[in-house]
């Protein structure tokens, strides 16, 4: 049976319409995807007074302090800025005193960010803001959740279940305090550069200031250094917080990557490399990192060094947290996606273990909580946890220079580590 001339016409041109319909909606579909990607591109990046570029490759952009990322929160729209903290946490460990202490080769150096190499700055009234380029986004499982951690990404150190380190894919090498009212916490935290085996692991170091259970309602602040490819999109260490108020799941993002954080600081950008990071026999850098809440306002304060307030989260972001800290945890914190079956090489701290010491292992020194009061105080029965110690360990230590400080850390995958 033919289909004669007609017949093979007609099914030529239906083959064509098929084929315009495919490619249409194909098309249509990526020039969907393709506004929806600049939308949230023209969302992150505001207006600038002016642009810095970085070493690093990064563009620092100088945004209007009222233009920034926090206002797009529809309950900051009327909000006056608090420009500086009413009050500061009393009885700030004096850093200098303790440099002027300690043996010439533990002498520790300012660490500053890359882009400061320039000699540009940011003019009055406006923040340093890391420029979003599409390829960073493009980096994310999704554009929903570019700047957002994955859901169970929180150590729990008293979990029942013994499969956590599975199930998240994340492990920890922490020190903690629980059981009291807890305003802030305060350390000075050893940087490094850890190696990173898969893009989509990361190395951090950090403090958490927790409140809530660790179910769907956990309140979090957080803020440290870290080393994440996927999101910045080269190994450098850089400076970060982050925010949730429901355990990571719809709230909540790095840096100015959402509203919330409302930074007052010119100088310093959240996201931006730090320079220069620690050696392993080498010279030992740190940085200094203090969250406390506000006991007028009952805002979050953020200060990085003993120079820099950034600026703050306010205390309508959160349930748990408009009150009180339950926990506070200080530690490192690496992604385990587990190639080829095994565990990963992603290293946490310098990738050393805890037993090595001073200018070779990763360490947390001076670590402090804010009370009631508004006093920095030493943290009561602290406690550590981690889920595979032979992957990444942890180790407590007190003395006069340092008062509360650990080793932590570890290669991950090794003979022991499988």
């Known amino acids: 049976m033919g289909f004669g001339v007609n017949g093979g016409v007609l099914m030529v041109m239906l083959v064509v319409s098929i084929f315009s319909v495919c490619y249409a909606g194909r098309h249509t579909s990526m020039s969907r995807n393709k506004l929806q990607l600049q939308r949230h591109l023209n969302r992150l990046?505001?207006?600038?007074?002016?642009t810095i570029l970085s070493p690093d490759g990064d563009i620092i952009e100088c945004v209007h302090i009222s233009r920034q990322p926090a206002f797009d929160h529809p309950f900051l729209k009327n909000h006056t800025i608090q420009m500086r903290p009413n009050y500061h946490p009393e009885g700030l460990y004096d850093d200098s005193k303790v440099a002027s202490k300690s043996k010439p080769k533990e002498k520790r150096q300012s660490v500053t960010q890359l882009w400061h190499m320039s000699g540009e700055k940011c003019p009055e009234g406006t923040i340093p803001v890391r420029r979003t380029k599409e390829e960073d986004v493009l980096r994310a499982e999704s554009i929903k959740r570019y700047g957002r951690k994955k859901h169970r990404?929180?150590?729990?150190?008293?979990?029942?279940?013994?499969?956590?380190?599975?199930?998240?894919?994340?492990?920890?090498?922490?020190?903690?305090?629980?059981?009291d009212k807890y305003y802030g916490a305060k350390a000075t935290i050893n940087v490094w550069e850890p190696r990173i085996q898969q893009p989509n692991e990361f190395s951090l170091s950090q403090i958490w200031v927790l409140g809530g259970s660790f179910g769907q309602d956990l309140n979090s602040i957080e803020a440290g250094w870290q080393v994440s490819p996927d999101l910045y999109g080269d190994n450098n260490t850089r400076l970060f917080t982050y925010w949730t108020s429901d355990a990571y799941q719809a709230t909540g993002c790095y840096n100015l990557l959402c509203s919330g954080f409302i930074q007052v600081n010119s100088e310093i950008a959240m996201g931006a490399s730090i320079s220069p990071v620690s050696g392993y026999r080498g010279s030992q850098y740190d940085i200094s990192i203090l969250v406390w809440k506000d006991p007028k306002e009952g805002n979050w304060w953020m200060q990085f060094g003993n120079d820099y307030v950034m600026g703050y989260w306010p205390s309508f972001l959160f349930s748990y947290l408009a009150d009180t800290a339950s926990m506070i945890e200080w530690g490192g914190e690496v992604v385990n996606s587990e190639p080829d079956g095994q565990h990963t090489a992603t290293q946490m701290g310098s990738g050393h273990f805890p037993e090595e010491g001073f200018g070779k292992a990763s360490y947390f020194r001076n670590i402090q909580v804010v009370d009631e009061a508004n006093n920095l105080k030493a943290p009561k029965d602290i406690g550590t946890f981690t889920e595979q110690s032979n992957c990444y360990d942890v180790q407590t230590g007190n003395n006069g220079d340092w008062g509360h400080y650990f080793y932590y850390g570890g290669p991950g995958r090794n003979d022991n580590c499988a």
């Open 45 to 50: 990046n505001k207006p600038s007074q002016k």
């Open 153 to 179: 990404s929180i150590a729990k150190p008293r979990s029942p279940d013994p499969d956590l380190v599975n199930e998240s894919g994340h492990q920890h090498a922490i020190a903690y305090v629980e059981g």
